[in-house]
């Protein structure tokens, strides 16, 4: 098992700024993706970001040039830097992996979110 927690979310006005975390634990051989996607009150999940093991990024068109994606492979550990956040980023915040553990198991992992609101 792939266990995921997230932090760093929090309440910020219109403009500001927000770093989330997520931490992997448990044996990893090969790391495929890591990666966010969010949801807002009433809508479905989205994606935000991803980040491949070789570092190959991709964000939705929504969050371009304000969100980066990175990743600690040594810390097991993916990074969303979020600046210019808009009240429209309002949403619970979701970790995930997949990847490939000991013995070519693969999984397919999620955090339990976490809450980021943007209002003044």
């Known amino acids: 098992q792939v266990h995921l927690v997230e932090s760093g979310g929090g309440l910020v006005q219109p403009g500001g700024s927000l770093r989330l975390s997520c931490a992997a634990s448990?044996?990893?051989?090969?790391?495929?993706?890591m990666g966010w996607h969010r949801q807002a009150p009433g809508k479905g999940r989205e994606l935000v970001a991803t980040?491949?093991?070789?570092?190959?990024?991709n964000y939705a068109d929504s969050v371009k040039g304000r969100f980066t994606i990175s990743g600690d492979n040594a810390k097991k550990t993916v990074y969303l830097q979020m600046n210019n956040l808009k009240p429209e980023d309002t949403a619970v915040y979701y970790c995930?992996?997949?990847?490939?553990?000991?013995?070519?198991?693969?999984?397919?992992?999620w955090g339990q979110g976490t809450q980021v609101t943007v209002s003044s």
């Open positions: 980040i491949t093991g070789a570092g190959r990024t």
């Open positions: 448990g044996s990893i051989s090969r790391s495929n993706a």
């Open positions: 995930y992996a997949r990847g490939v553990q000991p013995m070519g198991i693969p999984f397919d992992s």
